[in-house]
């Protein structure tokens, strides 16, 4: 890659999944992307992470369809979206069939580069989405899950880049989800990469603690050659650094972005009107862009602090708000370091509320933390005390293989349940996803429209005539 350092601007995806819920429609995507393509971007992120579940459960959109849009509208511009490994884009692991046929739809759908995570860095469950990305012609970023703890040093994620460039890695994402990762221990650990791994460097940060620009331009320093930004309307707080700012800092220098603020000012005017329509709505809330250091002391990402809050509230607990942020570390430490990361963060969130409600802890367990601690996940990171493993799963047996191995081939098996509902492959991926709300989406799509009904009705009367 030249000295430039390239952009992957987010406001198509995690932009708005960080500020206002996901919310933004294709409507409001497609006016500005004549524009976007012709800025010079490295990618475009626009799909991936909670669009597909937030396009059919909330805004009544095929996110096949969005895909299909967004490529014809910027067939220029490499797309981009972010995948949880063998977990796609639910919340469970999938077999590897599905996950296999969800890469190649994907891709032929419009997709270029597909980010490719594990909650756990666990590259077991890496494996076959990094092998589909290839073998369909796609460019493969894998990540790792930027987190801090006595097990998670520098060395260690250096090895796990290593390893991710063996597995057939075209870039490597340093992908630090909460904002935790600081200016100078970027420094170092972009330098550290950059003499370990011969493929790019892409680093992905929010500005949750307010750290994001200096953490970018440290980087930078050290030599990244791409990092992530969002357009001014929706930057900053919860999302990541301006991309304006960031391309205005390194003009001139040597590493330029090479990009026109001109341009990009154009474009901003467009979604400051779109963000000023979604928090019309209620979907944007002013909180998120604040700036919180807490987030340092805790690492406990936005999006999970907001599912705290709710679960205190709905307990009528909201006075336990600060034992639950300090028992999330000691939580966190007794299940073995996970990175704080979907699903991870939410099972580690709700174990902590349910600690602190109980007055003892681990008296009660949820699901998912039991799955955690036996295995179903793949494998901990650090040592996971054993006496709550003990208390928690009693002698269940433990998992210790790549979790995906004991799922039996399942896409024959969706296929068949759906039925006559799903018109193409893509809708079958759909309800295996999401199977309630994917199901009831493609009811309401499928089903005859009134006015379609009314005319059907007048044409029989004037037949029965």
Same mark, same amino acid.
């Given at each position: 890659?030249?000295?430039?350092?390239?952009?992957?601007?987010?406001?198509?995806?995690?932009?708005?999944q960080?500020?206002?819920?996901?919310?933004?429609?294709?409507?409001?995507?497609?006016?500005?992307c004549?524009?976007?393509?012709?800025?010079?971007?490295?990618?475009?992120?626009?799909?991936?992470?909670?669009?597909?579940?937030?396009?059919?459960?909330?805004?009544?959109?095929?996110?096949?369809?969005?895909?299909?849009?967004?490529?014809?509208a910027?067939?220029?511009?490499?797309?981009?979206?972010?995948?949880?490994?063998?977990?796609?884009?639910?919340y469970?692991?999938?077999?590897?069939?599905?996950?296999?046929?969800?890469?190649?739809?994907?891709?032929?759908?419009?997709?270029d580069?597909?980010?490719?995570?594990?909650?756990?860095?666990?590259?077991?469950n890496?494996?076959t989405?990094?092998?589909?990305?290839?073998k369909?012609g796609?460019?493969?970023?894998?990540?790792?899950?930027?987190?801090?703890?006595?097990?998670?040093s520098?060395?260690?994620?250096?090895?796990?880049?290593a390893?991710l460039?063996?597995?057939?890695?075209?870039?490597i994402?340093?992908?630090?989800?909460?904002?935790?990762?600081l200016?100078?221990?970027?420094?170092?650990l972009?330098?550290?990469?950059?003499?370990k791994?011969?493929?790019?460097?892409?680093?992905?940060t929010?500005?949750?603690?307010?750290?994001?620009?200096?953490t970018?331009?440290?980087?930078?320093?050290?030599?990244? *050659? =791409?990092?992530?930004?969002?357009l001014?309307?929706? +930057?900053?707080?919860?999302? !990541?650094p #301006?991309?304006?700012?960031? %391309?205005?800092?390194?003009?001139?220098t040597?590493?330029d972005?090479?990009?026109?603020?001109g341009?990009l000012? *154009? =474009?901003?005017?467009?979604?400051?009107?779109v963000? +000023?329509?979604?928090?019309? !709505?209620? #979907?944007?809330?002013?909180? %998120?862009?604040?700036v919180?250091p807490?987030?340092?002391l805790?690492?406990v990402?936005?999006?999970?602090?907001?599912n705290?809050i709710?679960?205190?509230?709905?307990?009528k +607990?909201?006075?336990k708000?600060y034992e639950v942020?300090?028992?999330?570390?000691?939580?966190?430490?007794?299940?073995?370091?996970?990175?704080l990361?979907?699903p991870t963060?939410?099972?580690?969130?709700?174990?902590?509320?349910?600690?602190v409600? +109980?007055?003892?802890?681990?008296k009660?367990?949820?699901?998912?933390?039991?799955?955690?601690?036996?295995?179903?996940?793949?494998?901990?990171?650090?040592?996971?005390n054993e006496?709550?493993?003990?208390?928690?799963?009693?002698?269940?047996?433990?998992?210790?293989?790549?979790?995906?191995?004991?799922?039996?081939?399942?896409f024959e098996?969706y296929?068949?349940e759906?039925?006559?509902?799903?018109?193409?492959?893509?809708?079958?991926?759909?309800?295996?996803?999401f199977?309630?709300?994917?199901?009831?989406?493609?009811e309401?799509r499928?089903?005859?429209?009134a006015?379609e009904?009314a005319?059907?009705e007048?044409?029989v009367?004037?037949?029965?005539?």
């Open positions: 890659m030249s000295n430039k350092v390239f952009i992957t601007d987010t406001i198509l995806r995690d932009a708005h960080s500020q206002a819920a996901t919310r933004m429609r294709i409507e409001d995507m497609l006016p500005a004549e524009a976007l393509n012709e800025v010079g971007y490295w990618s475009l992120e626009c799909w991936g992470g909670a669009t597909f579940d937030s396009c059919l459960r909330f805004l009544g959109e095929d996110p096949w369809e969005r895909l299909r849009a967004l490529k014809k910027m067939p220029d511009t490499k797309l981009q979206m972010l995948l949880r490994g063998q977990n796609l884009l639910g469970k692991h999938y077999a590897d069939d599905v996950v296999e046929m969800f890469i190649k739809k994907s891709i032929e759908n419009g997709i580069v597909i980010r490719i995570f594990d909650a756990l860095n666990d590259t077991r890496m494996e989405a990094i092998r589909a990305t290839k369909f796609g460019h493969c970023e894998a990540a790792i899950s930027y987190t801090e703890s006595p097990v998670h520098k060395e260690y994620f250096v090895e796990l880049a390893k460039e063996k597995m057939g890695a075209d870039t994402c340093i992908k630090d989800m909460a904002n935790l990762l200016p100078y221990d970027a420094y170092e972009v330098k550290a990469l950059k003499e791994v011969s493929v790019p460097i892409h680093l992905h929010h500005n949750t603690t307010g750290t994001g620009e200096m970018y331009l440290m980087a930078i320093q050290a030599g990244v *050659d =791409i990092i992530d930004t969002a001014s309307p929706l +930057a900053n707080g919860t999302s !990541q #301006s991309t304006e700012a960031m %391309v205005a800092t390194l003009k001139g040597d590493r972005t090479e990009i026109d603020l341009k000012s *154009d =474009i901003a005017a467009h979604f400051r009107a963000a +000023a329509k979604l928090k019309d !709505q209620g #979907s944007l809330d002013p909180k %998120v862009l604040n919180d807490n987030t340092l805790y690492q990402p936005g999006g999970m602090l907001s705290l709710s679960q205190l509230k709905q307990a +607990a909201e006075d708000y942020l300090e028992e999330v570390p000691r939580v966190r430490k007794d299940f073995g370091y996970p990175p990361v979907t963060s939410q099972i580690v969130g709700s174990q902590a509320v349910l600690n409600l +109980a007055g003892e802890r681990y009660m367990a949820t699901k998912e933390s039991k799955g955690l601690l036996r295995g179903e996940y793949g494998q901990l990171p650090g040592e996971v006496e709550v493993r003990k208390k928690v799963l009693g002698d269940a047996e433990l998992i210790t293989c790549r979790p995906a191995d004991l799922i039996e081939p399942e098996k296929k068949e759906i039925g006559d509902l799903a018109k193409c492959d893509e809708d079958v991926l759909s309800y295996a996803l199977p309630q709300v994917a199901k009831k989406f493609l309401e499928n089903a005859p429209k006015e009904n005319v059907r007048l044409i009367e004037d037949l029965s005539i």
